[in-house]
């Protein structure tokens, strides 16, 4: 059973930054691409960043400039750094691992973190 661990959300003010951390766990054989999307009070859930296996990235248009995002193949893990807060990034972010084999699957499957609230105040 794939389990997706994230930590770093919280209560922050507008301008400074943070980081979001997710550790994928569960017999894990490979992962094509880990990241982040979220999801605000009334609105769709949308991608913030993700990044493949072998390093291409794509992000959303909001966070555009003020993110890094960041992963270990090794360790199935993947960070978010976003800089220069804006209230409008309130939201709950949620980790993903897209297109993941196990050492118990047949085929890839995706999977998705229970979230994480982030909350930035003006």
């Known amino acids: 059973q794939v389990q997706l661990a994230e930590s770093g959300g919280g209560l922050v003010e507008a301008g400074t930054s943070l980081t979001l951390s997710c550790t994928a766990s569960g017999g894990i054989v490979s992962i094509n691409t880990m990241g982040w999307y979220r999801q605000a009070p009334g609105e769709q859930r949308g991608l913030v960043a993700e990044v493949d296996r072998d390093g291409d990235i794509r992000s959303g248009d909001s966070v555009k400039g003020r993110f890094t995002i960041s992963r270990d193949n090794a360790k199935n893990t993947v960070s978010l750094q976003i800089v220069n807060l804006k209230p409008e990034d309130t939201a709950v972010y949620y980790c993903?691992?897209?297109?993941?084999?196990?050492?118990?699957?047949?085929?890839?499957?995706?999977?998705w973190g229970q979230g994480t609230q982030v909350t930035v105040s003006s």
């Open positions: 993903v691992a897209f297109h993941t084999y196990t050492d118990s699957s047949f085929g890839p499957d995706d999977y």
